[in-house]
């Protein structure tokens, strides 16, 4: 897959958008969003699925149809959500329907989100295995495409599953010294598309009090507190919503130039693509706003 996932990187560009917003959204108001999205110059559009989330190919059928360009990507699908037959043939009917313009990105999720959908989580990178497998012999009737996929990888083992498997891998809720050993993982070819949370305010402390706002789900889960310990953070850091050194590494703060840096810190240690999450400090004011104002400072 390594051509594909160079073809890939260059497809999506160094910067993308990732958005939790966009799920909250009537349909009409969806659409005016990505619309906006792809008008400010971005080529990519990720989208979430987890649990109480719109349906991820429904959803990502709603964009696509909306938008003459832009990627749509999802990250992630989780697999706990459908058989490997449904995952694979969803994302052949998106391919076939918007060819170079979805990527599936795939992932095992967390353990309360999956027991709660009344599975056990055990063996994450084993079921991944097993289910990229069962993707791969999925009976479909359409017309034969190549679905491409990614998969939501923290750990090296999953990394390292990644590139054996799919084009590459998505990182979520990183600071910068983990793209550096996910490229490691990975090699040189595959894909390396690193979500970063950005927050554009004007001092540091109302910076912080939005970032721990994002950061508080993340934290109670062990996915992500796990891989935090990997690369050093202690209890000192991980308790009562992260210290502000935590925070600061998490979260791209303060004004646009200091999104730019952190993309390029990204970039500088291996990431092909960086796709930013843009907190709102007042959480009534119109998303699209603030994405404007990190278009301008970094779309250049």
């Known amino acids: 897959m390594t051509d594909g996932a160079r073809s890939w990187a260059e497809r999506l560009g160094p910067i993308g958008i990732w958005s939790h917003d966009v799920e909250r959204m009537p349909a009409a108001a969806a659409r005016e969003f990505a619309q906006a999205i792809e008008s400010c110059g971005f080529r990519a559009l990720w989208l979430p699925e987890s649990l109480g989330s719109k349906e991820i190919f429904a959803h990502a059928g709603l964009i696509l149809s909306a938008t003459t360009r832009l990627i749509v990507a999802s990250g992630i699908a989780n697999i706990w959500a459908r058989d ?12 076939d329907a918007y060819p170079e313009r979805f990527l599936l990105g795939l992932g095992v999720s967390h353990a309360p989100i999956v027991k709660t959908r009344g599975n056990a989580y055990a063996r994450p990178v084993e079921h991944m295995r097993e289910y990229l497998v069962a993707m791969d012999a999925a009976p479909y009737v359409g017309p034969k495409v190549d679905a491409p996929r990614v998969l939501a990888a923290l750990g090296p083992r999953m990394l390292r599953l990644s590139s054996e498997r799919s084009l ?96 390029r810190e990204h970039r500088s240690r291996g990431a092909d693509h960086v796709c930013l999450q843009v907190l709102r400090v007042d959480i009534k004011a119109p998303p699209i706003d603030d994405i404007e104002r990190v278009a301008n400072g970094v779309l250049v």
């Open 84 to 95: 490997p037959v449904a995952m694979a043939n969803g994302a052949r009917a998106l391919v």
């Open 168 to 263: 590459g891998a998505h990182s979520y809720f990183v600071p910068v010294e983990h793209t550096t050993l996910a490229r490691k993982e990975l090699g040189a070819a595959p894909l390396l598309a690193v979500e970063q949370a950005v927050v554009l305010a004007g001092d540091a402390v109302t910076a912080r009090e939005v970032g721990r706002r994002h950061m508080k789900r993340y934290l109670d889960l062990e996915n992500y507190t796990n891989n935090l310990r990997r690369l050093g953070w202690g209890d000192r850091h991980l308790s009562e919503g992260g210290s502000d050194k935590l925070v600061d590494a998490i979260v791209a703060s303060r004004d646009v130039t200091a999104v730019d840096e952190r993309v």
